[in-house]
């Protein structure tokens, strides 16, 4: 009998899951994360990639872009939980602070409500640097069921 | 004397903006998109990048993932309306519909709400493919004031 441990194809079913359960995606942010995320999304505003332009803001350099942190709550969602199945409804986010090349962003997400019946799922989801909140809000996504015998 | 028509270092000030203004961002999804957003991101869901896996899904093929669309938003707030100088303050976004390969994503933002004294403007942000809205939501921004003379 073949017991797989792991698989990028199945992820948490729902009901498995409890209130309280968490799982995080932390990620170094590089310059070549910045480019390649302007370049992805088209979003050049030069206080991402204008280091002359950035002296000049409230932030005094460069700084990545709020939706560069967000991505790493989608990858949380995607790959840990509840990971492959996931279905994506909605997403609220604050951008509380910048985050600059160098910094590691780690992105929690923490169950806090669960609906079996309608496969619901709505998770607190908080983006640190350190002890810095850089973007808190509350995703909800659809889960998987465990399939019946 | 010379005038400047167009800069990548200034966007538009609030002073110079009314209720219903809006611009528009768009972008064919390649491929490369997908891709390049998985590598940046850390997600890997199987959804977006395993054909086998996406094939068993309600979706029958890999999508986008929905903050790649969601970054287009970015885009449009961040080079365009406001543009330079915006500074994020907050976004919610509802998933509404998928994105594949090769869809044209074309994400706009409209004005609600201004608040010249706090420099805050609310806008309705959303994205379609041809008729089909595939996010809709909120962004707050914090614009610049027109310097005083």
Same mark, same amino acid.
């Given at each position: 009998m073949?017991?797989?441990?792991?698989?990028?194809r199945?992820?948490?079913y729902?009901? /498995?899951m409890?209130v309280? /359960?968490a799982?995080t995606?932390?990620?170094?942010?590089?310059?070549? /994360?910045?480019?390649?995320f302007?370049?992805?999304?088209g979003?050049?505003?030069?206080?991402?990639?204008?280091?002359?332009?950035?002296?000049?803001?409230?932030?005094?350099?460069?700084i990545a872009?709020?939706?560069?942190s967000?991505?790493?709550?989608s990858?949380?969602?995607?790959?840990?939980?509840?990971?492959?199945? *996931?279905?994506?409804?909605?997403?609220?986010?604050r951008?509380?602070?910048?985050?600059?090349?160098?910094?590691?962003?780690?992105?929690?997400a *923490?169950?806090?409500?669960?609906d079996v019946d309608?496969?619901?799922?709505?998770?607190e989801?908080v983006c640190?640097?350190?002890?810095?909140?850089?973007?808190d809000?509350?995703?909800?996504?659809?889960?998987?069921?465990?399939?019946?015998a």
């Amino acid at each position: 009998m073949t017991r797989t441990v792991a698989s990028s194809r199945q992820g948490v079913y729902i009901d /498995d899951m409890a209130v309280g /359960d968490a799982a995080t995606f932390a990620k170094t942010v590089t310059e070549a /994360d910045i480019l390649l995320f302007a370049a992805v999304s088209g979003d050049t505003n030069p206080v991402h990639i204008d280091q002359d332009f950035a002296a000049a803001t409230p932030f005094k350099s460069r700084i990545a872009h709020g939706m560069l942190s967000a991505s790493f709550i989608s990858a949380v969602l995607g790959v840990r939980l509840p990971g492959p199945g *996931t279905i994506y409804l909605s997403q609220s986010m604050r951008f509380r602070a910048p985050v600059r090349v160098g910094d590691t962003v780690v992105a929690t997400a *923490t169950i806090k409500t669960l609906d079996v019946d309608k496969r619901r799922v709505t998770l607190e989801t908080v983006c640190k640097v350190g002890d810095t909140v850089v973007i808190d809000g509350e995703a909800v996504v659809m889960a998987d069921r465990r399939p019946t015998a």
